[in-house]
């Protein structure tokens, strides 16, 4: 009997789910691996340990950028690592549900099957993450409504009105969560010459960011490491610094919510009115971001409640009603 399994492979994070455990694996998307040998040594929060502690040949790699894949084999590796975590095997004729984002080219998401088939699936379909987060919200996807809902990534943010099983209007860039942590970390670097670790960038913008600038005269001591001698100092960091580097991500999502909502049509765009929007994904949280895309849209706009889950709980569902969802789910080669 096959098994089933679904799949959402994010830039900064992969969340796997079977049919019969429920969620299995919900980790940081990396792997490390043994280039002497191509052996997988770990993925998620293992190859993360081992960062800084490996020999020359064992590197640890983040295979997708901005929501798609950048190398494939690494991908297709990770997979395999996860199927192996989830005790799936090659000979278990695996079916797999995979989300993949919108705007995903159809090269984008042949690399992502292939890569799946490679890893051991028998079967793969790939599901649009908007639409795969409308119904982990138990949205009437596949009524005659107008569903809005807006996915923020770490490497992709997506805004979709979905209605009768499909994207009716959509707004979305290759921009997210990352793009602020990278913002933040050039400002880090020029204005006080100072190299902090991921993990405290993304700290200082779930703590002290506010996508309306609100944060005025907070400050947080962080140790750093300074650029021109490679000595660790602690630095102050000021609220003000962190809310600059969220501004053009913050602005760009603004304009792609915006674009979204002037596509729909008039029926739906009452539907939307009538109902909301709900944001999902990674940086949904950040502190502000949902009341400033009501003000500037004039819609009402909640976050949904653990919202980095919402689209594997959606894939999840959809190994319950294979059949029932088989209009959802994209076979792709388009």
Do not use: W, Y
């Not at 913008?205 to 000595?231: N, P, Y």
């Not at 002037?262 to 502190?287: I, R, Y």
Request: include cysteine; aromatic fraction near 2%.
């Amino acid at each position: 009997m096959a098994t089933d399994v679904a799949l959402d492979i994010g830039t900064a994070r992969t969340r796997l789910a079977t049919a019969e455990r429920g969620l299995v694996f919900d980790e940081p998307t990396m792997v490390a691996i043994d280039t002497s040998s191509g052996a997988v040594m770990d993925i998620g929060h293992g190859a993360i340990d081992l960062i800084g502690r490996t020999p020359r040949h064992v590197v640890v790699f983040r295979p997708l950028a901005q929501g798609t894949t950048v190398d494939f084999d690494v991908t297709a590796r990770l997979i395999a690592g996860l199927f192996e975590r989830a005790g799936v095997s090659k000979l278990s004729r695996a079916r797999v549900v995979m989300s993949v984002p919108s705007l995903a080219t159809s090269i984008e998401r042949r690399a992502l099957r292939q890569a799946a088939v490679q890893a051991g699936a028998r079967e793969v379909s790939l599901m649009e993450a908007p639409i795969a987060a409308a119904i982990g919200l138990g949205l009437p996807v596949q009524d005659p409504v107008g569903s809005a809902v807006t996915l923020l990534g770490a490497g992709a943010s997506e805004s979709a009105i979905i209605s009768l099983g499909g994207i009716v209007a959509l707004g979305a860039r290759r921009v997210g969560g990352n793009d602020i942590d990278e913002a933040l970390a050039t400002l880090l670097r020029l204005r006080q010459g100072v190299v902090v670790s991921p993990a405290m960038l993304e700290e200082l913008k779930i703590t002290m960011g506010s996508a309306r600038a609100r944060s005025h005269g907070e400050s947080r001591t962080v140790s750093a490491r300074a650029i021109e001698d490679g000595l660790l100092e602690t630095v102050e960091v000021k609220a003000e610094l962190v809310n600059a580097a969220l501004a053009e991500t913050v602005n760009a999502t603004l304009r792609l919510i915006q674009e979204c909502l002037s596509e729909a049509p008039p029926d739906l765009s009452q539907d939307v009115s009538n109902q909301g929007m709900v944001l999902v994904g990674g940086h949904a949280q950040l502190t502000d971001f949902a009341e400033l895309i009501s003000h500037t849209t004039g819609v009402s706009v909640r976050v949904a409640e653990d919202p980095g889950t919402v689209v594997i709980r959606g894939l999840a569902m959809c190994l319950e009603e294979m059949a029932a969802l088989h209009g959802l789910l994209r076979e792709v080669d388009r």
